[in-house]
T-cell receptor, first 111, second 115 residues
Framework: EDKVVQSPLSLVVHEGDTVTLNCSYE??????LLWYKQEKKAPTFLFML????IEKKSGRLSSILDKKELFSILNITATQTGDSAVYLC???????????FGQGTTLQVKP | DTGVSQNPRHKITKRGQNVTFRCDPI?????LYWYRQTLGQGPEFLTY????????KSRLLSDRFSAERPKGSFSTLEIQRTEQGDSAMYLC?????????????FGPGTRLTVT
């Protein structure tokens, strides 16, 4: 059965800290891996990763995929309280584009 | 606002009643997805449309659930004889046409509470 596992499930840090969120997967017909941010509403798209070893970066957020070891990490540097959210990892599977989500990592950034 | 829209945003219903939700995808997005999300979990795939054709359904989609996309634009998700276990956030997402790998954009969701 396809599965996506995220760790840790929750994390509390202080502003300015750097965090690393982990996502591992076992999915047939892997096409790409996506990261979303969810703040009490619909998930908003962050990154899509298709190739191993190529870092995607947007401001203080960056992510990389390892297709050999079947995992991805999402890094957030110099965290701010506005980064507090649930971060979801999802794998795009098969030709239909079905997303298989992990259970999410809840990040709380304290002032 | 050119994003994915969903209506209603909240629905409270009594067990046994039927409910229908609507999703309007981003204009020109031909792929439309429905997901269900319960508290503390990631979204779970329910069904997928390409234009008006329903191409995949999850085993989570029991026979009480039906989805349509009659003209290849908006979609509806109906739940018949609702049960308390149907309480969840129902999310709709869309993605553009093309053979490449395309990210999905989510709507605000419809939160269903079955009492």
């Amino acid at each position: 059965e396809d599965k996506v596992v995220q760790s840790p499930l929750s994390l509390v840090v202080h502003e300015g800290d750097t965090v690393t969120l982990n996502c591992s997967y076992e999915v047939t017909n892997f096409r790409s891996l996506l990261w979303y941010k969810q703040e009490k509403k619909a998930p908003t798209f962050l990154f899509m990763l298709t190739s191993s070893g190529i870092e995607k970066k947007s401001g203080r957020l960056s992510s990389i995929l390892d297709k050999k070891e079947l995992f991805s990490i999402l890094n957030i540097t110099a965290t701010q309280t506005g980064d507090s959210a649930v971060y979801l990892c999802a794998v795009l599977s098969s030709n239909t584009g079905k997303l298989i989500f992990g259970q999410g990592t809840t990040l709380q950034v304290k002032p | 606002d050119t994003g994915v829209s969903q209506n209603p945003r909240h629905k409270i219903t009594k067990r046994g009643q039927n409910v229908t939700f609507r999703c309007d995808p981003i204009s020109e997005h031909n792929r439309l997805y429905w997901y269900r999300q319960t508290l503390g979990q990631g979204p779970e795939f329910l069904t997928y449309f390409q234009n008006e054709a329903q191409l995949e359904k999850s085993r989570l989609l029991s026979d009480r659930f039906s989805a349509e996309r009659p003209k290849g634009s908006f979609s509806t998700l109906e739940i018949q004889r609702t049960e308390q276990g149907d309480s969840a956030m129902y999310l709709c997402a869309s993605s553009p046409p093309g053979t490449g790998v395309n990210e999905q954009y989510f709507g605000p969701g419809t939160r269903l509470t079955v009492t």
